[in-house]
């Protein structure tokens, strides 16, 4: 038996393995499970207009031991949701309906911010939405207009970006809306924004040979095979790594097949300092990357030429307390430590028995070494490269295989635990 302070909940887990016994709470939060066999039991409290205490917390729960011929007391706490309400008006000032509205946080991947959405819901005839059911924490509440018709989008006439409250299309500039528990925020209005847009142009060929078609593949499936292996992918990304994705910040794409250097347009860029990102897989389990720096400032940027070459070679070796690692007990990755970190390519390396490894295909750019001891007390001591650590500062690539990489590996490790907080005192969820 026990009580869910805050509003009760639903739903009590049984033991290890057994069936899960539901109740409903009482007037004052209680609640009692009887007849139940000795264990360890979870009791999990759900409610639509509560939740736990942070953004993607798990349902509040307890664990109880229970004997046999006793009672035992479970105390489950629950935080009250929030409303956030608003209306939307499309870049024209008028009401805009069916107008997607999202609650947005910030979390990571690969050590970079994005904007995740935490609840989305559509304007209504009015231009009317209300987001509900929202837990505690910090967000940016975002309206995405609709693609425009055919017709407009061939005349050039809609420049409508995401917008984020208050009136910005810059996520740097939005304001952050933070909820306690049990509010009720009203008038988060949006005018839909229609800021100065441009377009990047220019070719793309690679270097690389297209592999062919299996033999399995006959007649018109031989020929679709043919044109995925020959498909360059273009990403645009902000070099601004603090900037989150899903800000209006890059992200975009286009395909291109590779048969010969082919034209490509990427259309609504805002201005900024981009990487434009060429990928080629050619059907190899190494892609081939090329990319170039962008700078989009008050006009259209073209004439670019891209061509995407086969990657290079970084080799080294490893030592566990001065000698040979044991097979299978140390596995490392190439890991991009600048804007490709976006794609999250990592390169896994091929390691030989003697302690010898090798990184294939290679791009140019700003790389660390990921290394993972498996198994005992193993820790990494340095990374070394022509005489200097690059344990922190990683390496560069550039044109050129990079010098051998020296990895140190050695015995005797601890642990070390905690907590991350943001400047607030919350705890940061997703960080690395």
């Known amino acids: 038996r026990g009580k869910a302070p805050g509003g009760g909940g639903k739903r009590g887990g049984g033991g290890a393995g057994g069936p899960i016994i539901s109740t409903i709470t009482d007037d004052a939060g209680g609640f009692v499970f009887k007849d139940l066999a000795p264990g360890r039991y979870s009791?999990?409290?759900?409610?639509?207009?509560?939740?736990?205490?942070?953004?993607?917390?798990?349902?509040?729960?307890?664990?109880?031991?229970?004997?046999?011929?006793?009672?035992?007391?479970?105390?489950?706490?629950?935080?009250?949701?929030?409303?956030?309400?608003g209306r939307?008006?499309?870049?024209?000032?008028?009401?805009?309906?069916?107008?997607?509205?999202?609650?947005?946080?910030?979390?990571?991947t690969n050590g970079l911010p994005f904007l995740m959405t935490a609840m989305a819901k559509e304007s209504d005839d009015r231009g009317e939405y209300r987001l509900y059911g929202i837990p505690p924490g910090?967000?940016?509440?975002?309206?995405?207009?609709?693609?425009?018709?055919?017709?407009?989008?061939?005349?050039?006439?809609?420049?409508s970006v995401k917008t984020f409250f208050p009136n910005e299309f810059d996520i740097s500039r939005a304001t952050k809306i933070t909820i306690h528990g049990g509010d009720e925020i009203q008038n988060i209005d949006i005018a839909i924004q229609t800021p100065q847009t441009f377009k990047i142009s220019g070719t793309v060929s690679t270097a690389v040979?297209?592999?062919?078609?299996?033999?399995?593949?006959?007649?018109?499936?031989?020929?679709?095979?043919?044109?995925?292996?020959?498909?360059?992918?273009?990403?645009?990304?902000?070099?601004?790594?603090?900037?989150?994705?899903?800000?209006?910040s890059g992200g975009t794409s286009v395909s291109v097949t590779a048969a010969s250097a082919g034209p490509f347009e990427i259309a609504n860029v805002l201005p900024g300092s981009y990487d434009l990102i060429a990928v080629f897989n050619?059907?190899?389990?190494?892609?081939?990357?090329?990319?170039?720096?962008?700078?989009?400032?008050?006009?259209?940027?073209?004439?670019?030429?891209?061509?995407?070459?086969?990657?290079?070679?970084?080799?080294?070796?490893?030592t566990v307390d001065g000698g040979t690692p044991t097979p299978g007990s140390v596995r490392m990755a190439l890991v991009p430590a600048d804007a490709l970190r976006r794609l999250g390519a990592a390169q896994p390396a091929d390691i030989a028995a003697d302690g010898s490894f090798n990184i294939q295909g290679c791009p140019d750019g700003h790389f660390r070494v990921a290394v993972a001891p498996l198994g005992g007390d193993l820790y990494v001591e340095d990374m070394r490269q022509g005489g200097s650590s690059i344990y922190d500062t990683g390496f560069e690539i550039r044109g050129r295989n990079p010098d051998p990489i020296q990895v140190i590996i050695k015995s005797g490790a601890s642990t070390l635990d905690g907590t991350v907080q943001d400047a607030s005192g919350k705890p940061v969820i997703g960080g690395t």
């Open 43 to 85: 009791v999990t409290a759900q409610h639509k207009k509560y939740s736990g205490p942070f953004i993607n917390s798990p349902d509040p729960s307890a664990g109880v031991n229970v004997a046999n011929g006793q009672t035992a007391e479970a105390l489950i706490t629950m935080t009250p949701t929030s409303v956030i309400r």
């Open 88 to 108: 939307i008006r499309d870049a024209s000032g008028q009401f805009a309906s069916n107008v997607q509205v999202e609650a947005l946080v910030i979390s990571y």
């Open 138 to 159: 910090d967000y940016y509440i975002g309206a995405t207009p609709r693609p425009p018709s055919a017709i407009a989008a061939l005349a050039g006439g809609d420049r």
């Open 209 to 248: 040979p297209v592999a062919a078609p299996p033999s399995t593949a006959q007649g018109a499936f031989a020929v679709i095979q043919q044109n995925q292996n020959a498909t360059i992918q273009l990403v645009l990304n902000s070099r601004d790594l603090t900037r989150p994705e899903g800000g209006n």
């Open 282 to 318: 050619g059907n190899s389990a190494t892609p081939a990357i090329a990319r170039t720096v962008v700078d989009v400032r008050n006009q259209d940027v073209g004439g670019l030429v891209m061509t995407i070459r086969a990657g290079l070679q970084t080799r080294g070796s490893i």
